[in-house]
């Protein structure tokens, strides 16, 4: 029974093993602050393998560009121990400033290996990227420790700095658009003057609100919240104040 139990437990992690290898060889594995440490254990003995990481951004030119020479790395790399990943910093902030001493522009590629982490500073081709991350690193990069995985308040700070960001992101693109619509649309407006005099002006005004009511309605509530904290200021300063009673007639 218990020859049973241990050909049980071999046959199961031979098949555990073949299918990780069928996942991760030969193909782009897709890391995100979820899985990143647990996939790679970069902080934990690295018993998965060698991991050789790209943190890119949808944005970065040079990110789109490298996209098929990485792709054609994970399979030059097949059967070598190694797995070609890559992250999206801009979706996994919690993964990248864990890097960020790193991590400073993108793409950053950097290969764990042999309990460190190595920065790859080459030409990004195929033949050297493949020479890196299976012979060259120690050579060619310094070994650098492992960061430990995140507290929860250091994971809390990455996303709330991210959130910030992609506000204030939003927050200027809506202001921009918005202030391309208001240019449109005052020479629209303009031009109902000229060709209709008040009635064709007001129809104009009329006809841009109908076609942008979401940007006129954001700006009327803005400029009403503006209107009210302006009166509530205005009263608070002239406002009266109460004249002080000496103390001998309080008495009395």
């Known amino acids: 029974m218990a020859r049973l139990h241990q050909r049980v437990a071999a046959v199961a992690l031979l098949v555990l093993f073949a299918v990780a290898g069928a996942f991760a060889q030969g193909e782009v594995v897709t890391l995100t602050d979820d899985t990143f440490e647990h996939q790679t254990q970069a902080s934990s003995g ?36 190694v797995i070609v990943a890559d992250v999206d910093a801009t979706a996994n902030p919690i993964t990248t400033d864990r890097f960020k001493g790193l991590v400073k522009g993108f793409p950053t590629l950097l290969l764990f290996r042999d309990r460190g982490v190595f920065k790859y500073t080459g030409t990004r081709d195929l033949e050297s990227l493949r020479a890196f991350a299976t012979e060259t690193f120690s050579a060619k990069s310094e070994k650098h420790d492992v960061p430990e995985p995140p507290s929860a308040f250091a994971r809390y700070f990455s996303l709330s700095t991210r959130a910030l960001a992609v506000f204030i992101i939003d927050t200027h693109g809506a202001f921009e658009k918005a202030g391309k619509t208001a240019t449109r649309d005052l020479g629209s407006v303009a031009s109902g003057w000229r060709s209709g005099g008040f009635a064709g002006a007001v129809a104009s005004a009329k006809s841009a609100a109908a076609a942008s009511p979401r940007t006129y309605g954001a700006a009327l509530i803005l400029f009403s919240v503006v209107g009210i904290c302006f009166a509530i200021i205005l009263a608070l300063i002239t406002a009266p104040m109460p004249k002080s009673v000496p103390r001998e007639k309080k008495d009395d």
């Open 46 to 81: 690295q018993t998965t393998g060698a991991w050789f990481v790209k943190f890119y951004a949808p944005w970065c030119g040079h990110c789109r560009a490298m996209a098929g020479t990485w792709a054609e790395l994970a399979a030059e790399v097949e059967g070598t121990g």
